[in-house]
């Protein structure tokens, strides 16, 4: 299958732990913040949004926290799964870039049993 | 992967051959993407579609050229392969209700140029 990466910064975590995944981003004007999954083999799935007008939003298992202040964004995945393990992305959007995003480097997460 | 197919899956290709990868969606969206994937580069955008016939270039377009004459269908042309265009290739497509940011991959074409 399609491989990502072998160079990424790698979170390895503990099944049934919590997992924070850590994004900088680059741009003060983007108003939409996204997280992928991806799988090997896979396309990247995407899994939640934020806007730029919130700080915290949550979904099943992942809480997404923005701080604008640093220009930071986060991924929480709650009582991580062998099914967690992927490499995950952040992207943002900005008026001025229309419909594109820009995607960040990206972090491995591993789940130990 | 949201009824995007990508053909291809696999290719392998000499330098200076002409590749066409493509792209087919089911979900009637108006926006296509073509990005490709590299380490330690993520995704970058080469090429994108707003409509049947409307193309623009992303950050990475040399060497690339797309067209859409049908809503469903996104080609990726590299009309003279070079080696640096080894790499894996994946189509997105996302829906204008509001929500363009949300965009939905397909499962990428490797392309491998020696």
């Known amino acids: 299958g399609e491989s990502v990466g072998l160079h990424l910064p790698t979170l390895s975590v503990q099944e049934g732990d919590n997992s924070i995944i850590n994004c900088a981003y680059s741009?003060?004007?983007?108003?939409?913040f996204i997280w992928y999954k991806q799988e090997s083999g896979k396309g990247p799935q995407f899994i939640i949004d934020?806007?730029?007008?919130?700080d915290k939003r949550q979904g099943q298992r992942v809480t997404v926290l923005l701080n604008k202040t640093v220009k930071h964004l986060s991924l929480q995945i709650a009582a991580t799964q062998p099914g967690d393990s992927a490499v995950y992305f952040c992207?943002?959007?900005?008026?001025?870039?229309?419909?594109?995003?820009?995607f960040g480097g990206g972090t491995r997460v591993l789940v130990k049993p | 992967d949201a009824g995007i197919t990508q053909s291809p899956r696999h290719k392998v290709t000499e330098t200076g051959t002409p590749v066409t990868l493509r792209c087919h969606q089911t979900?009637?969206?108006?926006?296509m993407y073509w990005y490709r994937q590299d380490p330690g580069h993520g995704l970058r955008l080469i090429h994108y579609?707003?409509?049947?016939?409307?193309?623009d270039k992303g950050e990475v377009s040399d060497g690339y050229s797309v067209s859409r004459s049908k809503t469903e269908d996104f080609l990726l042309t590299l009309e003279s392969a070079t080696s640096s265009q080894t790499s894996v290739y994946f189509c997105?497509?996302?829906?204008?209700?509001?929500?363009?940011?949300?965009?939905?991959f397909g499962p990428g074409t490797r392309l491998t140029v020696t």
């Open positions: 997105a497509i996302s829906s204008p209700a509001g929500r363009t940011y949300e965009q939905y």
């Open positions: 741009n003060s004007a983007s108003d939409y």
């Open positions: 934020i806007r730029s007008n919130m």
């Open positions: 992207a943002e959007n900005s008026p001025a870039a229309g419909n594109k995003l820009t």
């Open positions: 979900e009637n969206h108006r926006y």
């Open positions: 579609s707003y409509g049947v016939k409307d193309t």
